[in-house]
């Protein structure tokens, strides 16, 4: 049974910073490929930003690019997602979710299992 856990979401100031972290627990972290997803109050969900299984491949939003960064540390279990610049429009709740990539398609169209979820809120 796979199970990811969000952290770091909180409170910010325009322009400042936040890294989230995903924490996969369940078997072979490393053949998934992890995506972060957000929704803010009102709208859908939204894709944020995926990295592949071995690290070698990512895709943004381009409302995030040159902004955010998503990483993993295959040793720690972990995918994190590295946010710079944040403004008020990036309020959200933001959710980790992954699919089993290896041998898959690029880029994920659909995932497998979802965390509950950290919220983000940056003030003016």
């Known amino acids: 049974q796979v199970q990811l856990v969000e952290s770091g979401g909180g409170l910010v100031q325009g322009g400042g910073s936040l890294r989230l972290s995903c924490a996969y627990s369940?078997?072979?972290?490393?053949?998934?490929?992890m995506g972060w997803f957000r929704q803010a109050p009102g709208k859908e969900r939204e894709f944020v930003a995926v990295?592949?299984?071995?690290?070698?491949?990512?895709d943004y939003v381009d409302s995030v690019k040159g902004r955010f960064t998503i990483s993993r540390d295959n040793a720690k279990n972990t995918v994190y997602l590295q946010m710079s610049s944040l403004k008020r429009e990036d309020t959200a709740i933001y959710y980790c979710?992954?699919?089993?990539?290896?041998?898959?398609?690029?880029?994920?169209?659909?995932?497998?299992?979802w965390g509950q979820g950290t919220q983000v809120t940056v003030s003016s």
């Open positions: 990295i592949n299984w071995s690290g070698t491949d990512t």
């Open positions: 369940g078997r072979t972290f490393n053949i998934y490929d």
């Open positions: 979710a992954c699919r089993r990539g290896y041998g898959a398609n690029w880029p994920p169209r659909s995932y497998d299992y």
